[in-house]
């Protein structure tokens, strides 16, 4: 069974750029999440869907981030603009509804974007 | 979430068993203790939870004392690949305005085990 997939797994962009993140969560997993790692913090939360809906945003940084899952299967994590406070690694996760309480959070691989 | 203090760093020998605390004294009753890795430059990995009673799988015991204000992860016979941040986080099971989804990393436990 593939785990999740994030693309690209490297991004190198210029400041005021806009970047598109994906994530292909694990067949059947309505649950999906967000989350982030800048330089020296802790892995943080952005937001998680159950299926298209946004269950919480609460960690969504600004309004310079759109998170998107249309149709419920995989996700894209848009930067528009781009800051350089920005780089890190981004992580996505996916669970098993219903267990989505309960249940391991399966993580992709991360992707590490670079913003000069 | 209640919030959860681990030591920053310890060592173990290949083969020993790696025992990681985690105080957790804030902690209520719908909340539960789970367990991820993140081993470098991957995302981090599930090992395990539990909720009142101690609990062992494949990978992993956990130990929660009666009063719930702290746990230990014992990884029985550690391997060098079991060198990583460990990370113990409580995860609220309701909503009540905090959702239960959702995972809050702190600095983590690093591992290293040498041989």
């Known amino acids: 069974e593939a785990g999740v997939t994030q693309f690209p797994s490297h991004s190198v962009i210029e400041k005021g750029q806009t970047v598109t993140l994906r994530c292909d969560p694990i067949?059947?997993?309505?649950?999906l999440y967000w989350y982030r790692r800048v330089m020296g913090k802790e892995i943080k939360f952005l937001l998680h869907?159950?299926?298209?809906?946004?269950?919480?945003e609460s960690g969504m940084p600004n309004n310079r981030f759109l998170a998107e899952r249309t149709g419920g299967t995989y996700s894209t994590l848009k930067v528009q603009p781009a800051e350089l406070e920005d780089s890190g690694v981004y992580f996505c996760a996916s669970s098993q509804v219903g267990t989505g309480a309960l249940g391991e959070q399966f993580f992709g691989p991360g992707t590490r974007l670079t913003v000069l | 979430d209640a919030k959860t203090t681990q030591p920053p760093s310890m060592d173990c020998a290949e083969g020993r068993a790696a025992n990681l605390p985690c105080n957790h004294s804030t902690i209520s009753g719908n909340e539960y203790v789970y367990w991820y890795r993140q081993i470098h430059s991957q995302g981090p990995q599930y090992i395990i939870h539990?909720?009142?009673n101690n609990e062992t799988n494949e990978m992993a015991s956990l130990i929660i004392t009666e009063d719930r204000k702290s746990s230990t992860l014992i990884l029985p016979h550690a391997t060098l690949r079991d060198t990583a941040v460990y990370y113990c986080?409580?995860?609220?099971?309701?909503?009540?305005?905090?959702?239960?989804?959702?995972?809050?990393f702190g600095q983590g436990t690093i591992l290293t085990v040498h041989p």
């Open positions: 067949s059947g997993h309505d649950n």
């Open positions: 539990g909720l009142k």
């Open positions: 869907f159950v299926k298209e809906s946004k269950q919480d």
């Open positions: 986080i409580v995860r609220s099971v309701r909503g009540g305005g905090t959702s239960y989804g959702k995972l809050t």
